[in-house]
């Protein structure tokens, strides 16, 4: 039985792995270039599972520590999925003292819905009240500029 290991900080990402998820598999971020994704992990919490040292599934929280955070890129590689990868990197989340104080937590799904319940995530409560701005390819605009 495989071993996994939960690491966290961007340090200790693979992002060369990550970005090739995110740009080539994931259904949200395709062709998101190196750049952007580095530069995401920076300003995020950064969580992977990792066998035998090599990174095998990723996600990360945008939050200011304290108030909200919003769960992102939540990945584990094709071959390592059925294993509760995605359930270990969560609680290990979840067990964070400042994942603790959240008032609100969030994230956006199309298919990990069951997922996603077993650690509270419910349907909005007030739906009417969540306004957005949405520009899918946003990513794909991207020069590497910065503001």
Known sequence: MLEFIVKTGKENMDVKTVHRFLSEDSYWAK???????DRSLANSFCVGAFVEGVQVGFGRV???YYTFGWFADFMVLPEFRGNGISKLMLAHIFEQPWSKRLRRKMLNTSDAHGLYRQ???KDLANPGFILEVYNPEAHLQYKGEDA
């Open 119 to 121: 650690f509270e995530f």
């Open 31 to 37: 062709g998101i270039s190196y750049e952007l994704v």
């Open 62 to 64: 945008i939050t200011d």
